[in-house]
Every structure is written in C-alpha cells, then in structure tokens.
C-alpha cells in the first residue's frame, strides 16, 4: 500500500518562512483548493492520502516532506532548521509511528527533509542553511546500519537540495546545474529545466509518473520526451511559500494491514 502523508494548508500559511523569495501575498482559499487538486493528483496515482493532525498555528505545516525520512526499515523525525517549524514533528512523530519504528534527530542536529534525495541505497543530504553537519553525522549514524551511504552535496542559491534537483525515474535526475553539480550524482542522466524555469527542479516521483506544477510548462515538455508521464497540478499559492511538489507529502510503502485505523 503507497501512503502519502500530507496535512491541512494552515490558515497562517502567509506567515511562513522565506529565504531567498521576497514576501508576496498569499490567497489562503487559493492555496487550499490547489492542495486539494494535489492531494487528488495522489490518489490519482495509487497512493493512499493519510492527512497528519493539522496545526493552523503553524504557518509551514503543510510542508511535511521537511519533518521526516522514511526507509523501509524506519522513519527519521528530523530537527527542521528554522526555529518556528520544530513543534511541526511531534505530530509526525505519531502518525509515523503507525507504521514504521521512529529514530529522531536530536539538538545540536538539525535537517530538513527538503534536503534528502534518496537514490537507491545513497542519500544524498544537501548542506544548505537548514541541514548542519551535526544533522548530516546523526543522520549517518541511524541509517548506516541497513547498508545506506550517507553523502553531502554543496547547493547554492536555493532553499533546499530538492529546489535543485529531484529523481524523476530509476536512472534519471531532474536537475538545475546553476544550484547543484551534476557531477555528484554520477553516473545518473539528467534532464535539465529549461533555462527561463529555474525553480522548476521540483518534481514528485510516484511509480513511472510525476506530480509536477504547471508553473513549468517548457521543463514539463523536457521530462515527456524523456518518456516521464506528467501529471500537472497547480501551486502557484505554495510557491510563494517557498514550497514545491515533493514538500507537502512524505510518500512510502507500507503494508497493507499497519496505519491508522482511519484514512482520508
Ligand atoms: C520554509 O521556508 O521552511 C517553508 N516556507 C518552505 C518549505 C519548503 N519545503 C521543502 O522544500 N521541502
């Protein structure tokens, strides 16, 4: 069974956290109509949408990629960066715990999900403003143990290693190679964004297809004649957030008979 966690647009999304974008405001109504197109885009593609408690103080909480990796064999609560996205774990924490066992990122760490690329049995653990070597060391720590090579990536000019680069099928990386190097993820191809796209590096793998925002028609165009299926949704309201596709779930397989004992 394929869930994808996801969780309610708060109503003081406005609020959030910016790094590199100015402050450019948001249309709440519009953001949680295009999270529900989204969240249809999941079911569309077989996944099983389990929505985490909702937390309408918390203005991030919709970005719950950030919060957690899960592995077949465990879930990561990660120690988010920025200070006011922290008390966003505990409720992962719980619904996690439905299903996989629970290891946490402790203080001085700090990592956001955004900054984890998993390819394989390498996770590729991008060093931005979020993610420290005390969270990359931790990270290490926890999952060497079931055989997974932890390696740091240098990115520069964006939030996360994700805003830079995302895997789109088994050999294939979609990737902006102005914020991160091609070169550290050898020997993967690559798709590149079309130039005048340069945020367009975000994509949601789900099986053969992506989920993909149709801000980025002409990278769009690029990943079909690579032979990658698109499926186009809109989030020009989390955009301004700072936010992209891979941001407001966290996908794995889990079996059938473990989760909740109810789903949305
Ligand atoms: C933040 O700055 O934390 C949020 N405004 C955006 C987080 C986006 N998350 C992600 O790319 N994984």
């Given amino acids: 069974m394929l869930i994808a966690v996801t969780r309610a647009v708060s109503p003081t999304l406005a609020d959030c956290e910016l790094t ?22 999941l079911r569309s593609l077989g996944a099983t949408v389990v929505r985490a408690p909702a937390e309408p103080t918390l203005p991030d909480a919709v970005f719950v990629e950030d919060t957690a990796l899960v592995l077949d064999e465990a879930a990561v609560i990660t120690r988010p960066g920025a200070r006011s996205r922290r008390p966003e774990v505990e409720s992962m924490a719980t619904v996690l715990s439905a299903y996989k066992s629970v290891h946490r990122i402790e203080s001085p760490g700090t990592v ?12 590729y653990v991008g060093l931005s403003s979020r993610t420290n070597r005390a969270g990359l060391a931790q990270l290490g720590g926890v ?25 789109v099928a088994d050999d294939l990386l979609l990737i902006n190679e102005r914020r991160v190097r091609a070169e550290c993820f050898a020997p993967m191809e690559v798709v590149r964004v079309a130039p005048e796209e340069p945020d367009g590096a975000n994509a949601l793998r789900i099986g053969t297809a992506v989920i993909y925002p149709s801000l980025y028609p002409q990278t769009a165009e690029r990943l079909e004649r690579a032979g990658i299926r698109v499926v186009s949704v809109p989030c020009r309201e989390v955009a301004k957030a700072e936010g992209g596709v891979t941001c407001c779930s966290v ?4 079996p059938s008979q473990s989760g909740p004992p109810s789903v949305a």
């Fill in 143 to 167: 999952i060497r143990q079931w055989g997974y090579e932890v390696v740091p990536v240098p990115i520069d000019g964006c939030l996360h290693l994700k805003s830079a680069v995302t895997q």
């Fill in 251 to 254: 996908v794995f397989e889990a």
């Fill in 112 to 123: 956001d999900g955004g900054d984890l690329l998993l390819v394989g049995r390498t996770l």
């Fill in 20 to 41: 590199h974008l100015p402050r450019d405001p948001i249309n709440v109504v519009t953001a949680i109509a295009e999270h529900a197109r989204y969240e249809e885009a």
